[in-house]
């Protein structure tokens, strides 16, 4: 994937795909749900996941909505991986029991993402390690694919201690661990506390050191200071929701909400070559470490995007689960 993406900046290394909206949760600062929609038609799915591959897209990951809700989300992994593509998946964990962690085996899944936003579920989250721990251990015994466990902080977090309690016990199941720094509705970052930064410093102390632990956004963005990069959202990550159109990230729909069959090499270069003005206080950590196979190249020379995010990206206040500021 690393080797790809220095030769050629004419694929997306990344895409985030909704096959369903709809959630079994009801998590007070997500934006990313709703309780009606019914899931977006396999074979619809698989066209999708045929044109991206046609791009030339390396990662494809599943999220939503619950993407466990899909029918027929084994299938639609199992296209991923006749594409060539690398699949993921972003879940809640509440459905996983051992018989649909072996159906995501046999589908050839390649990595499973949770968030866990507490200890204790509260009015804001039940995604909490109380009631997750069983799945996690089933994850453990069971699971053949990598498994990552993502916990969270800064502003509206009641207990940060609970992100290093969710990470310790992480790295004592074999995971890797994240650390999700909380930004508001609109994808913009918000500086830690003195507290929350030795948590956070005892978190980034933690567990395997992968690929995401070396990117120069940790410091700044703990700090609340505004970093210097080149957005390369609508070329090398794309946002695929529901209705299938292309969007910079998920707290950015609207924009250039182009639907995925029409999306072609040449909204690639455009969008590779548009500076977006989001991006100094951007905290969505898939974006920035796709970025930075191409930050020391290309200078971005085209007219200055201002994005701003649809109504369906501003109802609350979210964490971004899908895409969230990772500080690993």
């Known amino acids: 994937m690393i080797a790809r993406a220095l030769l050629s900046t004419e694929h997306p290394v990344l895409a985030h795909i909704i096959p369903i909206r709809r959630c079994n949760l009801s998590c007070a600062y997500c934006n990313e749900y709703d309780k009606v929609s019914k899931p977006v038609p396999t074979d619809v799915m698989f066209r999708r996941i ?10 494809i990951t ?6 466990l809700l899909h029918p027929e989300l084994d299938e639609i992994i199992r296209h991923i991986r006749r594409n060539g593509a690398i699949a993921g998946l972003i879940t809640n964990g509440y459905l996983l029991t051992v018989e649909r962690i072996e159906r995501l085996n046999r589908a050839g899944l390649d ?3 949770i968030s866990i936003d507490n200890v204790q579920p509260d009015d804001v989250s039940m995604k909490s390690l109380k009631v997750l721990d069983k799945k996690l251990q089933l994850l453990a015994e069971h699971a053949e694919f990598g498994v990552n466990i993502n916990s969270v902080l800064g502003s509206g977090v009641r207990h940060p201690e609970d992100a290093l309690i969710v990470a310790r016990r992480a790295v004592e199941l074999g995971f890797s661990n994240t650390l999700g720094i909380i930004h508001d509705e609109t994808g913009q970052l918000r500086p830690l506390g003195d507290r929350e930064r ?43 929701c529901e209705d299938g159109l292309v969007h910079y990230c998920s707290q950015m729909r609207g924009y250039p909400a182009i639907p ?36 020391w190249r290309a200078p971005q020379t085209g ?19 899908e895409t969230e500021m990772l500080v690993k």
């Not at 599943?62 to 993407?67: K, Q, R, V």
């Not at 701003?308 to 964490?319: D, F, I, N, Q, Y």
């Open 303 to 321: 007219r200055p995007i201002t994005p701003m995010p649809s109504p369906l990206a501003t109802v609350g206040s979210s964490s971004e689960r």
């Open 198 to 240: 030795d948590i956070y410093r005892q978190i980034k102390s933690l567990g395997r050191r992968t690929y995401a632990r070396f990117d120069r956004f940790q410091k700044n963005i703990i700090e609340g200071r505004p970093n210097h990069w080149r957005c390369r959202a609508g070329a090398r990550y794309l946002y695929i």
């Open 62 to 67: 599943i999220s939503g909505g619950e993407p």
């Open 50 to 59: 045929d044109r991206l591959a046609e791009l030339g897209t390396t990662i």
């Open 260 to 295: 995925l069959e029409e999306y072609t090499i040449d909204h690639l270069r455009r969008e590779f070559s548009t500076p977006k003005s989001c991006a100094p206080f951007c905290t969505i950590s898939c974006v920035q470490q796709v970025a930075l196979f191409d930050n």
């Open 111 to 113: 990595h499973l993402q």
